[in-house]
């Protein structure tokens, strides 16, 4: 069935070294079927970024752990999940502004993984990826529930925790309640 569906993915995961990898990728296809996105409808940004062909669709993966993350809108959106394990002061200290690392110090063990997940949202919905110097902009606003300034516009984000995991949307538009909805295949 998933070599029917996504046979490209399919190719892609079984580089995968670790069979929980493998699986977390076979299980996004799933979900971009599911939000009725097909592996021919997908094309490629200069950058690598995934989007729909079809008009006004766009979306975001993610994985980690035990799960596969799709993030999909009629704005351009970014998600990510990460497990929640201990964390490294020195990525920190590379990757955060001073003010996100002085908020992050009131309580790093979570606040870490809020400020990477919405920082790895924000850059998977500009299109751009790493591209982006993650020092040169703050998501501590997203934190507080408002919208960050970007080239194009507000971004907007919110955080929540999953089972061990913290997950982050941003979109173009204000963020409601992150909605997990769990499927088991």
Not at 79 to 92: L, Q, W
Not at 94 to 108: H, I, K, Q
Not at 159 to 181: A, F, K
Request: neutral net charge.
């Amino acid at each position: 069935m998933c070599e029917r569906l996504f046979p490209k993915r399919m190719d892609r995961a079984r580089k995968f070294r670790f069979r929980e990898d493998f699986l977390r990728c076979i299980g996004a296809g799933f979900l971009l079927e599911r939000a009725n996105i097909h592996e021919a409808d997908i094309l490629y940004n200069a950058y690598g970024k995934p989007y729909a062909e079809k008009e006004g669709v766009f979306f975001s993966l993610s994985h980690s752990g035990n799960y596969a993350l799709l993030t999909a809108d009629g704005v351009p959106v970014g998600c990510d999940i990460e497990k929640n394990a201990p964390y490294s002061r020195g990525v920190a200290e590379r990757v955060f502004t001073a003010g996100e690392l002085a908020w992050m110090n009131e309580s790093p063990d979570s606040r870490f993984y809020e400020l990477w997940t919405l920082k790895e949202s924000v850059i998977k919905l500009d299109g751009r990826g790493l591209q982006v110097d993650l020092r040169s902009f703050s998501v501590l606003p997203l934190t507080g529930g408002k919208p960050i300034v970007w080239e194009n516009g507000l971004i907007y984000g919110r955080s929540t925790r999953l089972d061990g995991c913290t997950v982050s949307v941003c979109s173009e538009r204000p963020v409601g309640e992150i909605v997990l909805e769990e499927i088991k295949w």
